[in-house]
């Protein structure tokens, strides 16, 4: 049985760990600690597992890696219970899947759900975590490990009169559970990321009249979704020790990489070739993965960038309209989007483009839109306008280390980002951050990354009890090294030069800088091994001896 919201006493469970987050980071997490004998909790802000999957519910939703890699990897027995029906499953069976494995390792008991976690505090006298939650429950733990996610925050931007909007209106990352219907109705999108690009052609297909409120034109390159063939399924299924090694020494957490050749070594006739292939192939790696350099040298990503535009100036039939889609960053610098039937949408006669670069939007009135230009009479309004990410979940918490010094004051709200490894950060005795910033995360496929933090996390708790350690702490000398490191890689890549939400800069005010580790999920892997085997190099342990009071 699980607790639920609204149990109070004035008792303080006292536990070995407490997880922030239920999504497949809080999952993996309680069930290792779990099985390594830890009394551990896990406290979940929704009312239900998979994190993500449980809240973004919008039409279209789907995972853009593909799904026989986007699962966990740990247990063959899951592995081999689990039949993805697609290339790229749909939400609700993502969601399904994370019930499933609930249910499996019966993890349920031990999640607190419809609970936030408000603030938790070092406590120095007790080498323990002070925790409290929006109910008024305490809890007092050893470990603390957020799990909340990178991308759990959603970004609703402050316009002005949004109160005065007579219709509905809905966030892609906090939709309904209950159905949604857009039919008969004039439904405004704002914003063309990868939700919104996932969710426009769906919903255009049902609404009455769609709007798309534009501000970044995008590249977006074929999905090619399509049923998973059982043959293909068994021979991954035989093979999935060896899929799962090239996984984790991977660049991005699939098992297989880019092509060792620059673009500008090939003759445009060949490129073509390769691009064009790529685009029937479809997914997420195929246009980047023939070359090396597209993420590095300018000439090099013109010559894909390039590409896509041409693609799109082919498939959509008013020039105008086309004009207005044309992407103008360096492709990739924003996470790369997959899409089914995107740019077709724009020839259907229900669906307008406006560009809000040029024309602003000035209000949401009581009617709908107004921008520089006009006012939009909508029914309906969709924000896709993505999330407050990577640190947004971690400052929504009141989160205090030694010296009662504020995370967020610590990283200067992100103009300071300062970790080891993204798993730690000084200041902050035993607690572990899950695909925290500057550790590869989002750039990877998130299971492989999640798993392997998950996995030295708790490896590194059990090393801590055995060996009568009370405390682990980053060194500010290591974390300072390995912030700059995760600098010097991002600097030499193109994207730093674009305005994107991995730069911080789709949040109005939130200092810039590239928050995840463009390294690789394979060399990344490697130097925590190394850590880990150095006797957890860098970071200082308290022995228990050392504690008492
Ligand atoms: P989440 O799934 O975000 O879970 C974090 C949980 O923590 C949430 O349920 C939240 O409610 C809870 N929480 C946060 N703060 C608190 C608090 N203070 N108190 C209590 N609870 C709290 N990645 C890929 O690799 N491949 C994909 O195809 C892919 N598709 C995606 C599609 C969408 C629409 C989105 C938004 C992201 C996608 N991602 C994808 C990234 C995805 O977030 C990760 O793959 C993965 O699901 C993250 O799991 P998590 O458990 O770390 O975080
Ligand atoms: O969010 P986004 P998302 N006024 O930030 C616009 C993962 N994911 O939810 O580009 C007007 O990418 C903003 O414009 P601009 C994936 O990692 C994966 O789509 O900042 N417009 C942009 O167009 C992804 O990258 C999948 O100029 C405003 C859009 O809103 C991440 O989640 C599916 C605005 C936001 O795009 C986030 O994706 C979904 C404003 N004030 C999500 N503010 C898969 O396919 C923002 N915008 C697996």
Known sequence: MSLSHGQKSNHVAELDAVVIGAGFSGLY??????????????????NGVGGTWYWNRYPGA???????????????????????SSRYAPQPEILQYA???????????????NTKVVSAHYNEDHNRWDIETDDGVKLSAKHLIAAVGCLSV?????????????GEWYHTGRWPHEEVSFKGKRVGVIGTGSSGIQAIPVIAEEAEHLTVFQRTPQYSIPARNEALDPEYVKQI???????????????????FGPRERSALDDPPEVRQKLFEEAWEKGGLFSLSYNYNDLGLNEEANKTAAD??????????????????????????????????NYYETYNRDNVSLIDIKKAPIEEITAKGIRTADKE?????IVFATGFDAMTGPLFKIDLRGRGGVSLKEKWAGGANLRTYLGISTAGFPNFFMI??????????????????????????????????????????????????HVRDVAEVTLAVKTDSWYMGANIEGKPRGFMAYLGGVGTYRQKCTEVQEKGYEGFTLLSTSNTAK
């Open 29 to 46: 997490t309680l069930h290792r600690l779990r099985e390594m004998g830890y009394k551990t909790r896990v406290i979940e802000a929704g």
């Open 62 to 84: 789907r995972c853009d890696i593909e799904s026989i890699y986007y699962n966990y990897t740990f247990s063959d027995e899951i592995l081999n219970e689990w039949t993805w």
């Open 99 to 113: 019930n499933f494995v609930a249910d499996k390792l019966d993890l349920r008991r031990d999640i607190q759900f």
């Open 154 to 166: 959603s970004n609703v931007p402050n316009f002005k009169g949004i109160e005065n909007f007579e």
């Open 237 to 255: 299924r035989a093979n999935y020790s060896e899929i799962r090694k090239k996984m984790r020494e991977s660049a991005h957490g699939v098992p």
């Open 307 to 340: 590409f896509v535009r041409s693609k799109i100036r082919e498939i959509v039939k008013d020039p105008e309209t086309a004009d207005k889609l044309m992407p103008t960053y360096y492709i990739g610098t924003k996470r790369q989007i997959i899409d089914t």
């Open 376 to 380: 939009y009479e909508l029914d309906a």
């Open 435 to 484: 695909t925290g910033p500057e550790s590869p995360s989002v750039l990877s496929n998130m299971m492989v990354s999640i798993e392997q933090h998950v996995e030295w996390i708790t490896d590194c708790i059990d090393y801590l009890h055995k060996n009568n350690q009370a405390s682990i702490e980053a060194n500010p000398d290591a974390e300072a090294t390995w912030s700059k």
